[in-house]
């Protein structure tokens, strides 16, 4: 009973204890919950990092981000790996896609020992990256757009039909350029790189606005005789025959006379109505001189390859040229004489306004220009191999035998008529079909000798700079330079035979033998234009004041030779190169 009296006890404790432990905890908790309402009412008290670790954490900080930073920038630097821009012997030289390179950056040439002659065998290439950007069309833009397309820049429709004739529907970037620019009456000076179509980017307004006059739009037509309404320029008579050949093509279904200027076909133009006359500048300045040629009446004037024909060699007679022409601004309706001015070419001198000076206002010349003037071509890849001179022979052979054996034309460059001779019968002494092109030539050898190669029957040509300008080389899928040139202009219109504008070659391609110190210096600004993404250096460089230049040098230094203490002027001795007729 005394046990049961107990347990009952404990058992009312138990409660009496647990309930007030209740109590207590629920009047803690009202307690905290009010204390906590108080304290959100007031500024709750933050724990502080103290000053000096401040800065050491700045500091730690910036120098993680520095080091996230090097490592973007190292990895920028190196470029896409999947997609190789130069690749070279050395690995270590390689460059990719999309690397970027700081202001300051040093830039590593694998060229940079070729001046040493135990470089030999040393070589890079430079890869094709793109299409050719003359026909890229921008994303934004439908190219069967028709604001693309020639009609939507008021393009006669004869001239259409002869577009369509030759396959061309659309008009390259630097044709959309060119083409409203002349038909508004601009002097242009229209550049852009080569194979990019300029021939129909002037021939194409030009022939639409003589239809224009004889349609009345603009004015009549003269039925004066010897005095032609277009005169276009070129410096050789291989690219004035193919410019008047396009021009004939271009105009058949708009009855437009082109006539093609040469010895026997001049000698009755005094007597003639003329349209178009496509002539070299000296031949044409000799028949105004004589009478049977009359400009006063030239409402438009071309010069195509503008670089060659404003340097030294040439500017006297082109300036006499426009002068008869009487060229000047023609955007005034009511203008009576005069002529607009054409400038064309895919390398111009930036002193070309100073050669046209007291001609030509520089106001009234509109510069119309592509992206890609005076850079490598991005669709077509650039091979360099440094070369003993005694290994040439070999490594033509070497290179021209795959291309000839499968029957893809090939051209190969020498910067002489010699050499040039050599090549070929070198060539064909190893069973290759070989042709040749150069000054030594008579002009009539010369046609008989690319219609060899054009057509098929040789697959190799080997020229001078004569091949390098005015023909239709869009079937030419390797440009060889045996001898490599001396000035960056020549290098430009030598790779242009591949690459170009109509051309259905994916694999063109350029092989350059590289021997001479003066040579290595030319790759070097080569291989550097390329790794930085820049235009080519030294492009508009005079060539006859040039050579003019180096020969009152060697003048200079000949003279102190033979009377001691005469002031000459020392420096690394070149090769003159030849002048090709």
């Known amino acids: 009973a005394n046990k049961a009296s107990r347990r009952r006890m ?32 007031e500024d709750v008290p933050t724990i502080t990092t ?10 730690l900080r910036k120098k993680l981000e520095a080091k996230d930073l090097e490592e973007i920038r190292r990895k920028t630097k190196q470029g896409n790996k999947q997609h190789p821009l130069i690749t070279c012997k050395r690995p270590e030289f390689n460059c990719y896609l999309g690397h970027v390179l700081n202001k300051h950056d040093e830039v590593k040439l694998a060229s940079a020992g070729w001046h040493h002659r135990k470089s030999a065998g040393d070589h890079f290439t430079i890869h094709k990256i793109t299409a050719n950007p003359s026909i890229l069309i921008p ?15 008021g393009v006669h429709p004869a001239v259409l039909r002869g577009l369509q004739e030759m396959g061309i529907r659309q008009p390259t970037l630097i044709q959309r350029e060119a083409i409203p620019a002349i038909l508004r009456k601009n002097n242009i000076l229209c550049s852009a790189e080569t194979g990019s179509g300029k021939t129909l980017a002037y021939l194409v307004p030009i022939l639409t606005a003589i239809l224009g006059r004889r349609d009345g739009a603009t004015g009549g037509v003269s039925e004066k ?14 690219l004035v025959n193919q410019i008047g050949d396009v021009a004939q093509r271009l105009c058949s279904h708009g009855n437009i006379r082109v006539d093609i200027l040469s010895g026997r076909r001049a000698v009755k133009l005094g007597s003639e109505r003329l349209e178009v006359v496509v002539s070299t500048p000296g031949l044409l300045a000799s028949l105004v001189r004589r009478g049977k040629m009359d400009l006063s009446l030239v409402r438009q004037v071309v010069v195509d390859e503008a670089d060659t024909l404003l340097d030294d060699s040439f500017s006297d007679t082109v300036t006499e040229i426009l002068q008869d022409a009487q060229v000047q601004d023609l955007r005034q309706d009511n203008f009576q004489v005069g002529a607009q001015l054409i400038l064309v070419g895919a390398t111009l001198p930036t002193e070309i306004t100073d050669s046209l000076s007291g001609l030509v206002d520089e106001e009234t010349l509109v510069n119309v220009t592509t992206p ?36 893809r034309p090939v051209m190969v460059f020498s910067n002489a008529a010699p ?15 070989v042709t040749s092109l150069h000054g030594d030539l008579l002009l009539k050898d010369r046609r008989e000798s690319y ?9 190799v040509l080997a020229c001078t700079d004569l091949g390098s300008r005015g023909l239709d080389t869009t079937h030419v899928e390797h440009v060889v330079n045996f001898d490599f040139p001396h000035h960056m202009s020549d290098y430009i219109h030598r790779c242009g035979r591949v690459g170009r504008v109509g051309s259905t070659v994916d694999t063109c391609r350029v092989t350059n033998f590289v021997v001479t110190p003066p040579q290595v210096d030319l790759v070097q600004k080569i291989e550097r234009a390329a790794r930085q993404t820049k235009a080519l250096p030294r492009v508009d460089a005079n060539i006859a004041r040039f050579l003019d230049e180096r020969n009152q040098a060697k003048e200079l230094e000949e003279l102190g030779r033979r009377e001691p203490g005469t002031l000459r002027e020392d420096g690394p001795e070149e090769e003159e190169p030849a002048k090709d007729a």
């Open 419 to 433: 050499s040039c001779k050599w090549v070929a019968h070198f060539l064909a002494e190893n069973n290759i079909s």
């Open 139 to 153: 994303k934004e833009e439908v190219y069967e757009d028709e604001e693309n397309s020639f009609e939507a820049h």
């Open 225 to 238: 005789t010897g005095a032609p309404e277009v005169v276009i320029l070129a410096p050789g008579r291989e």
């Open 50 to 59: 103290p000053v000096y670790l401040q800065h050491k954490l700045k500091k």
């Open 372 to 407: 890609q003037l005076h850079r490598l071509l991005p669709h077509v890849q650039h091979k360099f191999l440094r070369l003993r001179s005694s290994s040439k022979a070999g490594a033509l052979i070497e290179t021209v035998k795959t291309d000839a054996n499968a029957g």
């Open 451 to 459: 219609n060899r190669f054009s057509s098929g029957e040789a697959t």
């Open 10 to 41: 404990l058992s009312r404790s138990s409660r009496t204890l647990s309930l007030l432990w209740k109590g207590f905890s629920n009047q803690r908790h009202d307690l905290f919950a009010k204390h906590v309402h108080q304290l959100s009412r």
